[in-house]
């Protein structure tokens, strides 16, 4: 085994990971695989910790979503789960369907995105529980990093001579040589040395439950995930949300934003409230939407506003990945995605720069390009699922041509 000699700087450095999520796993897997894949050794070696808010790995609050992991063009999820060899983990605890489909309210089918086969993987797209995500992430971190539950940063300081003193919600403060803010969109890191980076509104405002356990998933979520464009102004989203459950989100455009209801927050009376004006934007769509609203679990009941924000280039002892540095909306369907290319990226880059700064531009060179397109992306897919009347129309049009000049398998049926 290769020994990178003293002078690597990350040797014998202190690195805390703020974020137990998607981003802050990733990072400290790779990390991991690098040494291992290059037969190498960082003598003495780095010491990790991820700080984690959240109460423990079964901490299903906000997790209780699936994501949509790709291999397109904009994307690239599936091939760092590759890279990392955690595909057929990932695989097997996957949810049904591979593709991706815009449907009539009735549900039938308008457009089919299959998306093109990707040499060396399997299968090109799949969509998992996030819990189930995070869950084979955790596993495979390497024994000696830590990650202490419980454990939310409430602020971060970076001091002269380059080290950074985190201060944990109990009050603990340490002081570390790095630290990786992966804590999110909401991230405590960059309000505290990055203020002028702030979430702006996107202009939609979302209303989104998951379902009790089902006996077996309804027709055509069995078998695939998608979107009802503009009924009434209401933009529909329903998906597996495991192997067992589903997910709805009902989106409508405004001007403001709502005020935020995680779920879990909201009183009998809230929810009640919340699932009414729910039911009113719903009404228009046929089966399986009655169904899945009839078997909604109470509590996953959420109302929030979409966000993001422009990514910005890192500097200092303080790196910011994933939502943290570049947070955008469900509406982009690869924050998820974003945030694994991030952690595997960063990761690469510090095993193989000589300093940390050649390592963070080389990281936000790769980075925020990739960002800035998937915000972007988002941003169409508000006004395109919106969309009413003679947009629509042309958005179908449009969404057709686009699928059949990125290769995507597009199947019209109208
Ligand atoms: C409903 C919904 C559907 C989505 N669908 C998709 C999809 O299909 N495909 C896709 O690619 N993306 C999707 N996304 C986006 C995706 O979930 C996020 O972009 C992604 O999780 C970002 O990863 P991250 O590591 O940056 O942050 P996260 O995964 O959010 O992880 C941040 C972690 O930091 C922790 N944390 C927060 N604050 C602190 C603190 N102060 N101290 C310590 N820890 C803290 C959090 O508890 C969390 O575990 C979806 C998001 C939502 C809400």
């Known amino acids: 085994m290769k020994t990178i000699h003293e002078q690597h700087f990350l040797s014998g450095k202190y690195i805390i990971v703020a974020g137990g999520g998607i981003g802050g796993l990733t990072f400290c897997v790779a990390l991991q695989r690098f040494l291992e894949n290059n037969n190498q050794e960082i003598n003495p070696p780095p010491h990790i910790v991820v700080y984690e808010r959240e109460l423990s790995l079964d901490d299903i609050g906000r997790e209780g979503y699936s994501l949509s992991i790709r291999s397109d063009p904009l994307s690239g999820g ?38 093109p086969p990707v040499e060396g993987l399997s299968q090109s797209t799949a969509s998992i ?85 089902l006996e077996k998933l309804p027709p055509p979520i069995d078998k695939t995930w998608g979107s009802v464009l ?23 455009l405004s001007d403001k934003p709502s005020e935020p209801r995680p779920a879990g927050t909201m009183s009998e009376e809230e929810i009640e409230q919340v699932l009414s004006e729910a039911h009113q934007r719903l009404v228009s769509f046929g089966e399986p939407m009655p169904t899945l609203f009839k078997k909604t679990l109470r509590s ?19 790196i910011f990945i994933g939502d943290a540095q570049h947070a955008m909306s469900p509406f982009a369907g690869n924050g998820a995605n974003m945030a694994m290319m991030d952690g ?63 290769g995507f398998n597009s199947k019209s049926e109208q």
Not at 90 to 114: A, C, H, K, R
Not at 159 to 175: A, C, F, W
Not at 300 to 318: I, L, T, Y
Request: hydrophobic share 40%; glycine share 6%.
């Open 300 to 318: 996953s009941v959420s109302v929030f506003n979409a966000k993001d924000m422009e990514p910005f280039r890192n500097h200092g002892s303080v």
């Open 78 to 115: 599936m091939q760092i789960l590759q890279k990392l060899d955690l595909l057929d983990q990932i695989l097997g605890e996957s949810n049904p369907g591979t593709y991706f489909t815009v449907f009539n309210n009735d549900f039938t089918p308008l457009i089919e995105f299959q998306s």
């Open 129 to 213: 529980a996030r819990s189930k995500l995070r869950e084979i992430l955790h596993k495979n971190i390497s024994p000696s990093i830590a990650v202490h539950w419980n454990h939310g940063i409430e602020s971060v300081e970076e001091l002269e001579n380059g080290q950074v003193i985190v201060t944990l919600m109990n009050g603990h403060q340490e002081k570390c040589d790095l630290l990786i803010a992966a804590d999110g969109s909401n991230s405590k890191g960059r309000r505290a040395i990055r203020s002028q980076n702030e979430l702006r509104f996107a202009g939609a405002v979302s209303i989104a439950a998951r379902t009790q356990p």
């Open 344 to 406: 595997y990226k960063l990761a690469e880059q510090m095993i193989l720069a000589k300093h940390l700064s050649t390592a963070v531009q080389a990281y936000d060179d790769l980075c925020i390009p990739r960002s800035i397109n998937a915000i972007k992306m988002s941003h169409r897919t508000i006004a395109i699922g919106h969309s009413q009347g003679i947009w629509k129309y042309m958005w179908v049009t449009m969404l057709k041509i686009v699928a059949y000049f990125f």
């Open 230 to 252: 503009g009924v009434n102004g209401n933009f529909l989203f329903v998906a597996p949300s495991d192997q067992r459950s589903a997910l709805w989100s009902v989106s409508y």
